[in-house]
């Protein structure tokens, strides 16, 4: 089944390059591939953010369980079999651009490049437990076989440039976020939640920051797949069946990474379901132990807005965990006064906003232009992201 948005939504932004460019997105869940047509203006002065059409197309059940266990921390089988995942990746990417762009009833000559985000199998910017000396964040999806497959002019492995440069090479949508939706009235809160939860802080005066607050969807879906044979909780459904464990959620918060402060980073190698089953005691029921997975989100999430931007008057929300309404009813019980709400009423569809986010800084590289933030991602300084592959 297709997911789908082909609503206009618009807003403005600067852009030195116009036209057509088509972003791509697998997030930690892995829960399909996110694709976004969208259409920039011309010149250096705001203008026009069109999402032309966006859809998500779902990963092959083996490919994608294979996928899921290497971003948990299962060890790939060989060399041979990352390369392998690392073609077929990619090649999932560009059918799925190709889909989008037949869907849309635009030319390939008319997209100026995809900006492809790959799907994360390692992310350990602090360094991993081989030497504890060198950082480095994994990528697969190569971007020279989606620029062959397409047609198109790809730019791929985005975070890389930044672990280089110092970073945590992640969250890479601040600036986007930055671009569309500040506000100079108000402090604001961009929050994504998807496999992991992160904020972009857009103080209405001050600079821009972000990072990661730890698990939004990824332990709930884990833990909806194994016991519902779902790959996510509909609308916090089970959740809601069951009642907050009070000492199992003290066992979860009592993860020290929670304390670390920004810049800060994660994904499936920290928060999976092994994590969670070293923290039960084996007796809890089910619904319960999704019910607290659901709170400490939403606990994590809250503590995080308040220690680092108390003042925020409103949290605009995007991802998939928009679709979770008992998630954004425990958020907003837990930030009273602040307003939490979707990216929709601001011109952003919530599905899509990650995948125009990557269409969004492949034209940053191609304009020679920087897609980090340092005050968020750590780094030595602005860096222009990706690896450019030309159009077959």
């Known amino acids: 089944m297709i997911e789908n948005s082909s609503v206009p939504f618009a807003t403005d932004v600067a852009t030195p390059l116009s036209g057509l460019y088509l972003g791509l997105i697998s997030g930690t869940s892995a829960d399909g591939i996110d694709a976004a047509l969208v259409r920039f203006g011309d010149g250096a002065a705001p203008t026009r953010c069109e999402l032309v059409l966006g859809r998500t197309y ?15 921390g299962g060890d790939a089988r060989s060399l041979e079999e990352l390369g392998t995942l690392d073609v077929q990746v990619a090649e999932a990417f560009a059918e799925a651009a190709l889909s989008l762009i037949g869907e849309a009833g635009v030319a390939v000559s008319e997209v100026a490049a995809i900006g492809s985000h790959g799907q994360t199998v390692r992310h350990r910017p602090a360094g991993a437990g081989y030497d504890g000396r060198h950082p480095f964040t994994w990528q697969i999806g190569d971007g020279a076989v989606i620029a062959e497959r397409s047609g198109i002019a790809t730019v791929a492995d985005f975070r890389r440039r930044d672990v280089a440069a110092g970073g945590h090479g992640a969250p ?30 857009l103080p209405a005066h001050g600079d821009v920051r972000g990072f990661d607050t730890g698990p939004a969807n990824c332990l709930m879906d884990a833990w909806a797949l194994r016991h519902l044979g ?17 000492d199992l959620l003290a066992r979860l918060l009592d993860e020290p990474w929670f304390a670390l402060p920004p810049p800060k980073s994660t994904g499936r190698e920290q928060f999976h379901l092994t994590w969670v089953e070293a923290r039960l005691s084996g007796a809890e029921p089910p619904q319960d132990v999704q019910a607290t997975l659901l709170e400490l989100s939403a606990i994590t999430i809250a503590d995080a807005l308040r220690a680092h931007q108390p003042a925020t008057k409103r949290v605009l929300a995007c991802g998939g965990g928009v679709r979770n309404r008992a998630l954004l009813e425990r958020i907003a019980a837990h930030l009273p006064g602040v307003a939490v709400e979707s990216t929709v009423p601001y011109g952003l569809d919530p599905d899509f906003v990650e995948a125009m986010g990557f269409a969004w800084l492949a034209r940053q590289t191609l304009s020679g232009l920087p897609g980090n933030l340092p005050s968020v991602t750590g780094a030595r300084g602005p860096r222009v992201l990706g690896t450019v592959h030309p159009a077959a």
Do not use: K, Y
């Open 58 to 72: 779902p990963w092959q059940d083996a490919l994608r369980e294979r996928l899921v266990a290497l971003g948990q």
């Open 172 to 201: 890479l949508m601040p600036a986007f976020h930055a671009a569309l939706l500040h506000s100079d009235t108000e402090d604001r809160a961009a929050l994504n939640l998807g496999g992991i939860a992160n904020f972009t802080l």
């Open 230 to 246: 779902t790959a996510f909780d509909a609308d916090g459904a089970f959740a809601a069946r069951g009642t907050v464990d009070a």
